[in-house]
């Protein structure tokens, strides 16, 4: 007579990282192994400010992806808690993933990973992103001076913007996990607040319709945020900017900017919560906004000294 196993499997969780230089396609890459948009995307630098931690299943395996800011020199005290929050998403995971913009090669802040990795030994794989822009004769050599530096298990090439390779990743990632409970409900897929995302679908429009220093300047606070009886969301947030003429450009000729901005990033959050959403947008001026510690909250992050 056959004995079967009738005990559930073992479940693993594991905490992975993902790491690199600004701009490098590291939010594109969460959101493409979710399989929906949990973390924002610009093609301008330091998009991602906070953490944002993505949720996926795999089979008795829960992978938590960790996306951080990019790596760079801070200058400014934002610039600072950006860059100390990306560390701590290194030094507090299970795995690392350095993603690397292939058509960029090995600069800056990808140099700092691979220097914290030899000081640290942490398990890593590497991922060579937007290997649509490039040819084979420069994506080879540089996935050979990767795995040269022996610093990584596996070096995949993946274009995270069509989804190319991504799979293989999961899959590799998934036999990463440790052995322990999982940290979320099964159905969750995002570690944020819903406010909190909410805020961020604002702020991602706002880096698309905005150009030089205007959307760093800005800071989004949700005022108010209630359930209707009919499972709609009413949310009003308040965008932050330094100065006068910031406030003027983001309303646009007769609300016109905002009214956009505002649209969008209701659809977007409807689509990725898959239910309605009444969004109110208002800005306010307020010149010191990124001394203010408050504010720093407000974005999920600790405030520098
Ligand atoms: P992050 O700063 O590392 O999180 O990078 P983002 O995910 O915000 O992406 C930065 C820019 O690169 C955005 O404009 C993305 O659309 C673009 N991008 C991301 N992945 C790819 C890719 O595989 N191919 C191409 N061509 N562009 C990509
Ligand atoms: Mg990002």
């Avoid at 995949?156 to 990743?169: E, R």
């Avoid at 905005?210 to 009886?229: D, G, H, M, N, V």
Wanted: aromatic share 8%.
């Amino acid at each position: 007579m056959s004995t079967h196993n009738t005990n559930p499997p073992e479940t693993r969780c594991g905490f992975i990282a993902l790491v690199g230089a600004p701009n490098v396609g590291k939010s594109t890459m969460v959101n493409a192994m979710i399989g929906q948009k949990v973390t924002i995307v610009s093609p301008k630098p330091q998009t991602t400010r906070a953490i944002m931690m993505g949720i996926k299943m795999a089979g008795p395996t829960q992978l938590i992806f960790v996306d951080t800011p990019g790596i760079f020199k801070p200058r400014q005290r934002l610039e600072r808690a950006i860059v100390k929050e990306a560390w701590r998403g290194f030094y507090e995971v299970d795995y690392v993933a350095l993603v690397v913009d292939g058509s960029k090669g090995i600069c800056g802040g990808t140099r700092h990973v691979i220097e914290a990795l030899q000081k640290e030994k942490r398990p890593a794989c590497v991922i060579i992103n937007k290997v649509d822009l490039i040819k084979a004769s420069v994506l080879l050599p540089l996935s050979q001076e990767l795995y040269d530096t022996k610093l990584f298990e596996q070096v995949f090439m993946v274009s995270a913007i069509h989804g190319d390779g991504v799979q293989d990743v999961v899959n590799f990632l998934s036999t990463k996990a440790p052995t322990g409970p999982w940290q979320y409900p099964e159905n969750d897929f995002s570690s944020a607040p819903i406010q909190f995302l909410a805020a961020e679908m604002t702020r991602e429009q706002i880096y698309l319709e905005t150009e030089q220093e205007l959307p760093y300047s800005t800071c989004i606070e949700t005022e108010e945020f209630e359930e209707k009886a009919d499972g709609s969301l009413l949310i009003r947030q308040v965008i932050y900017v330094l100065r006068d003429a910031q406030k003027k450009i983001i309303i646009g000729k007769h609300g016109s900017k905002i009214k956009h901005i505002s649209e969008t990033a209701r659809k977007e959050l409807e689509s990725t919560l898959n239910r309605k959403v009444h969004l109110f947008l208002h800005v306010k001026v307020k010149d010191n906004w990124t001394e203010r510690p408050e504010h720093y909250d407000m974005m999920q992050l600790d405030f520098p000294k």
